[in-house]
């Protein structure tokens, strides 16, 4: 009785020793940041008394910046301008700034990667129609 004991054991230790002979060596990764996308939301006009929705997809949470990089014909005029969440049918704003102007930047932190908005809206400040440009950048 005590040779299969004997024998079982001498297997374990075998298949020990040949698991560490191996060259299969575990390397250690050091983490990287993650990179950053940048979407540019452009060719889009803006009525009087009108607003547009552009949602988009952060994969991880962080930083979310908005910049209206481009305010066409007059960079002066007030328009409102806000972030939120995205449910599918509309854009909840979290963050707005009702008197934006070009050059005007939003901030706001993504606490998990999920569905966000840009809203750009008129605020009954636009005379006639505006072409913009905003520019995101999230993770």
Do not use: K
Not at 20 to 40: I, L, Q, R, W, Y
Request: charged residues 10%.
């Amino acid at each position: 009785m005590v040779r299969p004991i004997a024998s079982l054991l001498t297997l374990l230790a075998l298949t020990v020793a040949a698991a560490g002979c191996g060259s299969n060596a575990a390397t250690a990764t050091s983490p990287t940041d993650p990179v950053p996308t940048v979407e540019v939301f452009s060719d889009a006009t803006l009525n009087r008394n009108g607003a547009r929705v552009h949602p988009f997809a952060v994969q991880a949470p962080g930083t979310v910046t908005a910049t209206l990089t481009t305010l066409d014909p007059d960079a002066t005029v007030l328009i409102g301008l806000g972030l939120g969440t995205w449910n599918g049918v509309a854009c909840n704003i979290t963050i707005a700034n009702d008197s934006a102007t070009q050059g005007t930047v939003l901030i706001g932190t993504a606490s998990a990667a999920g569905n966000l908005c840009l809203r750009v809206f008129d605020n009954g400040r636009l005379a006639d129609t505006a072409g913009y440009v905003v520019t995101v950048t999230h993770y």
